[in-house]
């Protein structure tokens, strides 16, 4: 039995001094690096990732490697026993390119970095300084094992356009500065507990860019500032965000995100000094300016509604998903028709409902009209003209009217009347993207009906009118019937 015994523990004796003997000999190492230098090269190809220097001791470590645009090198004391580290670490990346391809991923740039690793038990501090995108920062990682336990961030003067590079992103940004800082005390996604701050100043959007890939027609770039807060506890984050551009600005008040259920809630605020910097994104030639309060939810629909006190009246709306639906109430008309650039030629109170998919880019628009009249225009001035009689005076106490929305034409039915007249749209298409217009109406002046046809531009359109049968009824009036009958003033007036 002694004999057995003997033999066991020789042959333990044996395995540990060959374990320690690969493990921590000059000739262990060597063989060591090169069996890990063959795996790494076959697993990443074109990395050509060597290893340079590699020492391994009971108590302490040294590493130098590189790989094509890359240095990097590690070393200090350790502990088998412990699992204890007091490490000094530096690296230096002038290209990401070559580890991104042998990842399969999309980023660049340069990365320099530099500090230390110290702690036991996999318990451990990692606590160093980085420059990166044209910027730099410092950063705290406190790791239990290999799981992210705290993180303390801070960087200044990030390029915006450099860091958008490295990720790989598509270049919209064509200058502008990003800050970043955080303090995660506890980074497990169940107990989160900390706070995040971001800043971006002097952020410009490149018109040029932006046009070709969303033909949006913009003269200018875009420019932009912005603040943001998140507090993080548990798995809830709360932040509030602040944008201002030349375009307008965005504020959200408050915004809750919770981790596990993906659900979000905020209230936001979009206010437009002036519309007039829309019109090369809208393709309408807007003016004066709005405001617009609302919520948006996000669990398993997307939910944004909005409210605006508008054009004397209000706006509000509810986007679920694709479907919107928005109401006008109480709206002038006059003041929305300046706002689109369009001619004022009629004036009225407003109320209407929209019905759209966004997807489908189809429709309803549904609403009516109170006491209208018409302004001062072609029409109007023809009828004066010819027949005397003024037909900005008629007022009309209720007009209802009738739309379908398809793509980018608006099919429409109108019918409105008042003492003396009545006015119906046989048929009326807009183009919205062509902004052209072709319209045919009946008017009814008293006794006298007649057609008339509206076309072309929709902001300069051209108006056709059959006045023959309405003159002929004035002529009539004033000096007899039998006359007229003579005369067949229906043809003089063709």
Known sequence: ????????????IVVLVLCYFLAFSPFGNGLGAQIAQKRINK???????????????????????SFKGAKLSIGGNISIF????????????????????????????????????????????????????????????????????????????????????????SSYVAGGTLELKANIKNANIHKLDGNVTTKLSGVKLSKNKLNDDFSLGIKKDISLDSTSSSILKNTNIASSMELDSNLGNIKIKKSTYDLEDKALNASYQVFVPNLAVLNNISGAKLQGEVNILGKIKKSKNLIIDGHSFLLGGELSFVLKNNNLNANLNHVRLKSFLKMLSYPQIF??????????NLKKKIGDLK?????????????????IKFTSFDLNSEIYKKIFFDSKIDQDILNSKLDMQSKNTRIKVLSS?????????????????????????I????????????????????????IGSKIGRRLNLSKIFK
């Not at 336990?149 to 590079?165: F, I, P």
């Not at 109170?370 to 225009?377: A, P």
């Not at 076309?455 to 004033?478: I, N, T, W, Y």
């Open 367 to 383: 609403g009516e009209m109170s006491d209208g009249h018409f302004m001062k225009n072609q029409l109007s001035e023809m009828l």
């Open 455 to 478: 076309s072309g531009d929709l902001k300069h359109p051209d108006m056709k009118v059959d006045l023959s049968k309405l003159v002929e009824a004035q002529f009539k009036k004033r």
């Open 1 to 12: 039995m002694k004999k057995i015994l003997l033999g066991i523990l020789a042959v333990v």
């Open 82 to 169: 412990t699992l204890g580290l007091d490490l000094v670490y530096d690296e230096n990346i002038t290209d990401l390119q070559p580890l991104a391809k042998s990842l399969k991923q999309n980023f660049s740039g340069a990365l320099l970095s530099k500090g230390t690793i110290k702690g036991k038990h996999e318990k451990y501090l990692i606590k160093g300084i980085e420059k990166l995108a044209g910027g730099e920062g410092n950063y705290t990682i406190g790791l239990n094992g290999s799981h992210l336990t705290s993180l303390k961030l801070d960087a200044k003067n990030l390029q915006v356009k450099a860091l958008e590079a490295m990720l790989g992103k």
């Open 429 to 453: 298409t807009i183009n919205l993207k062509k902004l052209k217009i072709d319209s045919i109406l009946r008017i009814k002046i008293k006794k006298a009906v007649f057609d008339s046809r």
């Open 347 to 356: 004036d009225s109170y407003t109320s209407a409902k929209i019905s759209y």
């Open 43 to 65: 697993k990443y190809k074109n990395l050509d990732f060597k290893i340079n220097k590699f020492v391994l001791r009971p108590n302490k470590l040294r590493l130098d490697a």
